[in-house]
T-cell receptor, first 115, second 114 residues
Framework: AQSVTQLGSHVSVSEGALVLLRCNYS??????LFWYVQYPNQGLQLLLK??????LVKGINGFEAEFKKSETSFHLTKPSAHMSDAAEYFC?????????????FGKGTLLTVNP | EAQVTQNPRYLITVTGKKLTVTCSQN?????MSWYRQDPGLGLRQIYY???????DKGDVPEGYKVSRKEKRNFPLILESPSPNQTSLYFC???FGAGGVNEQFFGPGTRLTVL
């Protein structure tokens, strides 16, 4: 079964600093990969997704993620954190051997941005 | 406005009392799914539906039922709720497969089972 590991359940950065949220997946076959964001008391919304078209994926709000097959990683970055980026971030991966109907989420990383 | 709606948003109930959480989307999406979110565990998929009358189990289906009689609705049924089903529940929908396409999430239903 597919699995996703997000390193660090809580990341704290200063406003203006680099944001780096880590995600590793278990499959040897490149799956579809997603980053979703959950703002307080809201549902999740898509930040970006990887579908094998390009290894560097740009998303909304200045976020981007790089797919590295050799490291089975899909880390999320943003050059300069803003207070409004404070939220919980989830990495998710589809099941490459299945029908692409199932999505497995990581446990999430809570991002705190300090003034 | 394109959206996924869930009702109720908050529910406190007692063990064994059947309940239904409704989910409706107005985007004509084929795919719908239910997730539960628990602290430290992230989101786990309960059930999903590829289209009307087509449903399948996710990773944690025990204790839940679903039905998809209409394209827009995908209710989650707990026939005999237990305290371990206390959680935050999200419904989501997408065009095509949810593992490939962007899923749109509802606002969540916070369920407490006493």
């Amino acid at each position: 079964a597919q699995s996703v590991t997000q390193l660090g359940s809580h990341v704290s950065v200063s406003e203006g600093a680099l944001v780096l949220l880590r995600c590793n997946y278990s499959s040897s076959v490149p799956p579809y990969l997603f980053w979703y964001v959950q703002y307080p008391n809201q549902g999740l919304q898509l930040l970006l997704k990887y579908t094998s078209a390009a290894t560097l994926v740009k998303g909304i709000n200045g976020f981007e993620a790089e797919f590295k097959k050799s490291e089975t990683s899909f880390h999320l970055t943003k050059p300069s954190a803003h207070m409004s980026d404070a939220a919980e971030y989830f990495c998710a991966v589809s099941d490459p051997g299945g029908s692409n109907y199932k999505l497995t989420f990581g446990k999430g990383t809570l991002l705190t941005v300090n003034p | 406005e394109a959206q996924v709606t869930q009702n109720p948003r908050y529910l406190i109930t007692v063990t064994g009392k059947k309940l239904t959480v409704t989910c409706s989307q107005n985007m004509n999406h084929e795919y719908m799914s239910w997730y539960r979110q628990d602290p430290g565990l992230g989101l786990r998929q309960i059930y999903y539906s590829m289209n009307v009358e087509v449903t399948d189990k996710g990773d944690v289906p025990e204790g839940y039922k679903v039905s998809r009689k209409e394209k827009r609705n995908f209710p989650l049924i707990l026939e005999s709720p237990s305290p371990n089903q206390t959680s935050l529940y999200f419904c989501a929908s997408s065009f095509g497969a949810g593992g490939v396409n962007e899923q749109f999430f509802g606002p969540g239903t916070r369920l407490t089972v006493l």
